[in-house]
């Protein structure tokens, strides 16, 4: 996590969004068509575990995250599959101890990154750059959380914004 904190402290002071391209940056890439089982992996938590169980629904599945005897499921919306649902299963599932969030600045395509870091390390970033600055670069996730599912207008306007 250590690595984590440094770099979203660099972005912070530099904001140049090379550094998220850069070969050891510590956040990761979901792509859309990604398999949300997978997500868990990307996340480096040790603990996290996804589980998939047969059931009576339109995917013929349901999706558990696990961690520290804790377990949630994903709540997939029938009208659209996103990876949203994974992503705010599992923001719920790791928290306190850890707080998965969006980094803004690659809104618009159909790669998205995300980084992890404890929640101290969240609560200490806000303290040194400000709440509203850094929840506009590393979005908080939560179920309302809209990533994947944005129209394009509403890039867009996010991206204006």
Same mark, same amino acid.
């Given at each position: 996590?250590?690595?984590?904190?440094? *770099?979203? +402290?660099?972005?912070?002071?530099?904001?140049? @969004?090379?550094?998220?391209? $850069?070969?050891? #940056?510590? %956040?990761?890439?979901?792509?859309?068509?990604? *398999?949300? +089982?997978?997500?868990?992996?990307?996340?480096? @938590?040790?603990?996290?575990? $996804?589980?998939? #169980?047969? %059931?009576?629904?339109?995917l013929g599945y349901d999706l558990f995250?696990?961690?520290?005897?804790?377990?949630?499921?994903?709540?997939?919306?029938?009208?659209?599959?996103?990876?949203?649902p994974a992503l705010q299963a599992i923001?719920?599932?790791?928290?306190?101890?850890?707080?998965?969030?969006?980094?803004?600045?690659?809104?618009?395509?159909?790669v998205l990154a995300f980084i992890v870091?404890?929640?101290?390390?969240?609560?200490?970033?806000?303290?040194?750059?400000?709440?509203?600055?850094?929840?506009?670069?590393?979005?908080?996730?939560?179920?309302?959380?809209?990533?994947?599912?944005?129209?394009?207008?509403?890039?867009?306007?996010?991206?204006?914004?």
């Open positions: 996590m250590e690595k984590a904190y440094a *770099f979203v +402290e660099t972005f912070m002071q530099q904001r140049d @969004i090379e550094l998220i391209h $850069a070969k050891d #940056c510590p %956040a990761f890439w979901v792509d859309w068509r990604e *398999f949300d +089982e997978d997500i868990a992996d990307y996340c480096h @938590i040790d603990g996290l575990t $996804a589980e998939t #169980c047969d %059931a009576d629904n339109d995250f696990s961690y520290k005897g804790r377990k949630t499921q994903v709540l997939f919306e029938e009208e659209e599959i996103t990876r949203d923001n719920r599932v790791i928290m306190p101890d850890y707080e998965l969030r969006f980094m803004t600045d690659t809104l618009g395509g159909d870091l404890d929640g101290q390390g969240w609560q200490t970033l806000a303290a040194k750059y400000g709440k509203d600055a850094l929840d506009s670069r590393f979005l908080p996730i939560t179920d309302d959380t809209t990533m994947f599912g944005l129209s394009f207008g509403e890039v867009i306007q996010s991206i204006n914004a």
